[in-house]
């Protein structure tokens, strides 16, 4: 069946349909990773968005349950330029295709997708509809795609009551790290056994986080699973909240730590979250934040966020570490980005720079037990080199000291 992709600016691009017969309007962006579709596809920060695939085949190694990063997919759409209807992969359980037909995501393959995403980075990211019609009007459906807007989402992709994640922890000396969580802890010991520095203080941190007992509380605001997961195989127990609870609530669930997560849309409309935000930030309880989390406690303490030109999505975005200079490659999901020049340098400091254009990546907050990243170290999909920052936070809050 034949499928259009209809850009608010006039462009057209032809192509075949797959997955579910639907016309869908959206945002549209890229993504830059060679692997890792069903992450990607599974990651609420992409709601409201519809979703163009860089790497030529997409599919190839079908879709494995326990790789997915929520319950669902979360894109308007699949753009790629070749779906593989034949995957080779003994985990697959299914194919890209029958998993977007089960979640009616509409995709289109077999159009120039390097054209496109061209045009996206010279114009800027814009919307447009992803449809079977074949007598569509260009000029009725461009307004609409004009007047779209992905709206306040993360209502929509959020938890809708608490739950928990037990943390299950064995750490030995010399010995691999066994645990129970959403995901194989043989990822954790991967970037933990790569990092020098990290291990020449394993022994430490084998004293410090067998059995820690911490208690995490993290306010889900389109969190991806892998978040949760990453604090449980250190060891803390984390009550996932949902993104409206109030922060009186939290606060008196006595947790030794707080968790921001990712999340989707544009951070300025999260205006009662953020007025919550604002309230943990004056608890004194230790906070680390990734992504929506990062942008939205900037502005709960006065910074400003704009969005960029077409965002930051993939997993090869160098990210400079401004207290060693260390450059690090991280997996990152975003359309906008806090103003440094916003930031009020008695409340934070730049923590990490983005090395391609500059862009703020993480803060330090002054006279607190807080630090924030724009980028994902939690990865999946993308490396996982600053997968050490979950153990910075689990040794800050056993500090108990300020950054």
């Not at 990712?262 to 205006?271: L, M, Q, R, Y």
Request: with cysteine.
């Amino acid at each position: 069946m034949k499928a259009f992709l209809i850009l608010e600016d006039g462009t057209v691009f032809r192509g075949k349909a797959f997955g579910a017969a639907k016309e869908v309007i959206s945002e549209i962006v890229f993504n830059t990773s060679m692997a890792g579709y069903p992450e990607v596809l599974t990651d609420p920060s992409y709601a409201g968005q519809a979703v163009c695939m860089t790497y030529p085949l997409i599919g190839n190694y079908g879709i494995c349950p326990e790789d997915l990063e929520s319950s669902r997919p979360w894109p308007d759409a699949l753009i790629v330029r070749e779906a593989c209807e034949t995957p080779s992969n003994f985990r697959s359980d299914m194919t890209l295709q029958h998993f977007l037909e089960k979640y009616e995501v509409p995709g289109i393959e077999g159009i120039d997708t390097r054209a496109l995403v061209k045009i996206l980075r010279e114009k800027g990211t814009m919307n447009g509809c992803v449809t079977t019609n074949e007598h569509y009007e260009l000029e009725k459906l461009l307004p609409k795609l004009k007047a779209y807007s992905c709206g306040k989402v993360v209502a929509r992709v959020s938890c809708r009551e608490k739950y928990e994640v037990k943390g299950s922890v064995s750490l030995e000396e010399n010995g691999p790290v066994t645990g129970h969580a959403v995901f194989d802890p043989e990822r954790y010991e991967q970037y933990r056994d790569g990092d020098r520095a990290l291990k020449e203080k394993r022994p430490s941190l084998v004293r410090a986080l067998n059995g820690t007992g911490l208690k995490i509380a993290l306010l889900d605001v389109g969190a991806k699973r892998n978040i949760a997961a990453s604090l449980a195989m250190r060891g803390a127990d984390v009550t996932v909240w949902p993104a409206m609870t109030r922060a009186e609530d939290i606060i008196a669930s006595n947790p030794d730590g707080i968790m921001l997560s990712n999340g989707p849309g544009d951070p300025k409309e999260c205006t009662s979250i953020i007025r919550e935000i604002r309230k943990l930030y004056d608890s004194d309880i230790p906070i680390f934040a990734i992504c929506l989390g990062h942008q939205l406690l900037a502005l709960a303490t006065g910074a400003d966020t704009y969005k960029l030109k077409y965002g930051h999505r993939g997993g090869n975005h160098p990210v400079k570490d401004l207290t060693t200079g260390r450059v690090y490659i991280s997996s990152q999901n975003h359309g906008y980005a806090v103003d440094e020049k916003s930031l009020d340098p008695a409340v934070a400091e730049p923590l990490f720079v983005n090395v391609n254009d500059g862009t703020n990546e993480g803060l330090s907050y002054r006279n607190k037990n807080i630090f924030t990243v724009q980028f994902h170290p939690e990865a999946c999909p993308g490396p996982q080199d600053t997968g050490f920052l979950f153990d910075r936070f689990i040794e800050n809050i056993r500090k108990g000291g300020q950054n």
